[in-house]
Structure formats: structure tokens, C-alpha cells
């Protein structure tokens, strides 16, 4: 920009925006658009590039639920027993596969 002309604003749109916006299609394009200011836009050849909004996964950490039975009983641990934390946007987790492993307990 020469003379003091100035751009003061951009739109920029992306549909990777959304909060709903999924890790899978991304990167998002952001499109600029309408650019505005102290210009005269005859006076220049006026190029818009676009950019590139990525969407991360975020940490999602599943906590199974402490369990107990008295020795010699058999236990089916069930499904539904955890916790979870980090999930977004209304989404759930309904089942986990839960196994147990014995566990030493030496003096």
C-alpha cells in the first residue's frame, strides 16, 4: 500500500469454524473477502489469498470405576462403570470394554 492508504478490516469466513467442526476435513480453508479502508481499489490489483484453520483433536480420558468383591466370588465387571472427561458438543461414550488383571500385593 502506498500515499497512506491503509486496509482496516478483512472478511474471513471458514466453515472449520463451527464448533461442531470435525478433526477429519481439516484443514479448513478461511476465504478473505471484502477488504475495507482508506483506499481507492482502482488503484490497485486487489489478490486474496486464502489461509488454513486446523482443528485438533482434544485429550478425552475414560476412568474406570473402582470396583470390589470378596475373594472367591466371580464378578462380571459391567460396561456403564467410568467416568469421562473432555468430551465436547453433546458427544457420549455409552460402553467400555472393561478387563481386570490380577494385581500383586506382596508384603
Not at 4 to 24: K, R
Not at 49 to 74: F, H, R
Not at 91 to 97: E, F, G, I, L
Request: charged share 5%; proline share 7%.
Amino acid at each position: 500500500m502506498v500515499n497512506g492508504d491503509t486496509i482496516v478490516s478483512v472478511n474471513e469466513s471458514s466453515p472449520g469454524t463451527i464448533a461442531t467442526a470435525n478433526v477429519i476435513g481439516s484443514p479448513y480453508a478461511i476465504t478473505p473477502s471484502g477488504a475495507s479502508g482508506s483506499f481507492v481499489l482502482s488503484n490497485y490489483t486487489l489478490s486474496y489469498v486464502n489461509g488454513a484453520l486446523t482443528v485438533v483433536p482434544i485429550p478425552l480420558v475414560v476412568t474406570a470405576n473402582d470396583a470390589s468383591k470378596s475373594y472367591g466370588q466371580t464378578m462380571t465387571l459391567p460396561s456403564n462403570a467410568f467416568t469421562t472427561s473432555g468430551l465436547v458438543n453433546s458427544d457420549t461414550v455409552v460402553s467400555v470394554n472393561e478387563t481386570s488383571s490380577v494385581m500383586s500385593m506382596e508384603p
